[in-house]
């Protein structure tokens, strides 16, 4: 088969990107090759799951801009596709005296990152909110959620595929050449294709 572009990897970062990029060119053919059985077989299915705020990144970088915004595209995709999803927030929590700076300093960088609703909360507060934690102070960071990311990825899949893409499973590449010349009966006007092998 002959393709305009190929993904390798049918795991959550190549259906989004394959999903992204048919979205973008639709007057392109796609395909995404996947090694095994099932899509999202590997790391995306057996990661923890959590939706981060971005509260830990360098104010003004590139990765915090990306987590806050990919945590409300994330939310707002779930709805959309019923995927079920739990915004149970997250306690980070200061236990000794010396921690509580660093707390503070956390506190402030969520801030200029623009993470929704952050608190610092008291000791009462923390127990009202998760009964089997103690601490002196701790930061509330409600925006924090969890998901099945396998989910996720099999919706991107959907996705991708009812705008025309196709998925070839049971396909592990084992290697990609530069072709010499076009392809016999190829009409894509491509002089040096790329030739994608898998192990058959």
């Not at 090694?35 to 590997?42: D, I, N, V």
């Not at 790391?43 to 990919?70: D, E, F, M, R, W």
């Not at 998925?167 to 084992?174: A, P, S």
């Not at 990609?176 to 016999?184: F, G, I, L, T």
């Amino acid at each position: 088969s002959t393709f305009d572009v190929v993904v390798v990897g049918a795991g959550i970062v190549g259906l989004a990107a394959a999903r992204e990029l048919i979205q973008r060119h639709p007057s392109l053919s796609f395909a995404v090759l996947e090694k095994e059985q099932e899509l999202a077989h590997h790391q995306s299915s057996h990661n923890s799951g959590v939706i981060h705020s971005g509260i830990y990144y360098t104010p003004g970088s590139l990765k915090a801009k990306l987590c806050v915004q990919g945590a409300a595209l994330c939310y707002q995709y779930c709805d959309q596709k019923g995927i079920p999803y739990k915004r149970c927030g997250k306690l980070i929590v200061a236990v000794e005296r010396d921690e509580i700076p660093r707390l503070r300093a956390l506190y402030e960088r969520g801030l200029q990152n623009n993470v929704p609703g952050l608190k610092l909360v008291g000791a009462k507060e923390i127990q009202a909110k998760e009964p089997f934690c103690r601490g002196l102070m701790a930061l509330d960071s409600p925006y924090t959620g969890i998901v099945n990311y396998k989910q996720v990825a099999q919706s991107y899949a959907e996705d991708f595929q009812e705008a025309g893409g196709t998925i070839l499973m049971d396909f592990e590449v084992t290697n990609m050449d530069v072709a010499k010349e076009s392809s016999p009966g190829s009409e894509d006007g491509l002089k040096y294709p790329v030739i994608v092998r898998n192990k058959k």
